[in-house]
T-cell receptor, first 116, second 109 residues
Framework: DAGVTQSPTHLIKTRGQQVTLRCSPI?????VSWYQQVLGQGPQFIFQ???????GRGNFPDRFSARQFPNYSSELNVNALLLGDSALYLC???????????????FGPGTRLTVT | RKEVEQDPGPFNVPEGATVAFNCTYS??????FFWYRQDCRKEPKLLMS???SGNEDGRFTAQLNRASQYISLLIRDSKLSDSATYLC??????????FGTGTQLKVEL
């Protein structure tokens, strides 16, 4: 079975530009979460979506937005890019939102964003 | 205080050694606990969930102490392929995963 897929794998943008990252969850998984990982740190939570609704948001500015589609895939958008947005952006999917072992989260390979 | 704290290491151990990692968390309401493994420039991969009763998967044993808000991972008979960063992860309100900064393990010949 296919795991979590993300596109693109690498991206180079300049300051002030906008970027859209895409994620397809594991088949049957209804929850998608986004994380940002900068070098030397653990991933930081950005958003969680379940059944197309936002269910959680981390401490990120409003320049970050996301959505989930009826097929459970998701997009993360970042506007007005800053140098500090350079990071690995990870998408994770889980079967359900909470309440059981089934919400173990599985990560995609990530999109490495470089802002120059 | 960080929500999840880990010793960053690196832990340099010989092949065949037993090594233990510890992790503390600050939110007493945390409900679920995991260890993830991350290789250089790769995504985190779920190693094991951590249950209150403790659990074992082959050479790996995880323990949870809710009273002390402490999680541990024990790796027996270390292999070269165990070299990676081990991330301690807890969930709190809203089911988001909160990661520690990771502990780097290097297994040497």
């Amino acid at each position: 079975d296919a795991g979590v897929t993300q596109s693109p794998t690498h991206l180079i943008k300049t300051r002030g530009q906008q970027v859209t990252l895409r994620c397809s969850p594991i088949s049957g998984h209804k929850s998608v979460s986004w994380y940002q990982q900068v070098l030397g740190q653990g991933p930081q939570f950005i958003f969680q979506y379940y059944e197309k609704e936002e269910r959680g948001r981390g401490n990120f500015p409003d320049r970050f937005s996301a959505r989930q589609f009826p097929n459970y895939s998701s997009e993360l958008n970042v506007n007005a890019l800053l140098l500090g947005d350079s990071a690995l952006y990870l998408c994770a999917s889980s079967l359900v939102l909470s309440g059981s072992q089934s919400y173990e989260q599985y990560f995609g390979p990530g999109t490495r964003l470089t802002v120059t | 205080r960080k929500e999840v704290e880990q010793d960053p290491g690196p832990f340099n151990v010989p092949e065949g050694a037993t090594v233990a990692f510890n992790c503390t968390y600050s939110n007493s309401a945390s409900q679920s606990f995991f260890w993830y493994r991350q290789d250089c420039r790769k995504e985190p991969k779920l190693l094991m969930s951590v249950y209150s009763s403790g659990n074992e998967d082959g050479r790996f044993t995880a323990q949870l102490n809710r009273a002390s808000q402490y999680i541990s991972l024990l790796i027996r008979d270390s292999k070269l392929s165990d070299s990676a960063t081990y991330l301690c992860v807890v969930t709190g309100g809203g089911n988001k995963l909160t990661f520690g900064t990771g502990t780097q393990l290097k297994v040497e010949l």
